[in-house]
């Protein structure tokens, strides 16, 4: 039902700086959430930021100040650009897109997951 294409990605020295994209395609009427989490070797994915169809932004505390998450230019699409990069955020970094939806009468409220196929960071000099 939805796509997740993510681009971007790559090698880069500690201080450096990234940029990935995201781009969502398929059919759907809306997507309330899009943004990035990242899987370390050997742990476990965790979130690292989003922006709703509001507009509103969230990081997780090891990224603010350094990544800044915005709506792309083309339509349905986010881009992370990411300073200031350090070891630890060597990842696989993963686009992700929530869609909510009520259903009527039941007032049922029901969410639904969408996974890009993943981007490697690596940070290391």
């Known amino acids: 039902q939805v796509r997740l294409v993510e681009s971007g990605g790559g090698l880069v020295e500690p201080g450096g700086s990234l940029r990935l994209s995201c781009a969502a395609s398929g059919a759907f009427s809306s997507l309330d959430v899009m943004g990035w989490y990242r899987q370390a070797s050997g742990g476990q994915r965790e979130f690292v930021a989003s922006?709703?169809?509001?507009?509103?932004?969230n990081y997780t505390d090891s990224v603010k100040g350094r990544f800044t998450i915005s709506s792309g230019d083309r339509k349905n699409t986010v881009v992370l650009q990411m300073n200031s990069l350090e070891p630890e955020d060597t990842a696989v970094y993963y686009c992700h897109a929530l869609r909510r939806t009520i259903a009527i009468p039941t007032s049922t409220l029901r969410e639904y997951d969408y996974w890009g196929q993943g981007s490697q960071v690596t940070v290391s000099s």
């Open positions: 922006i709703t169809s509001g507009g509103a932004l």
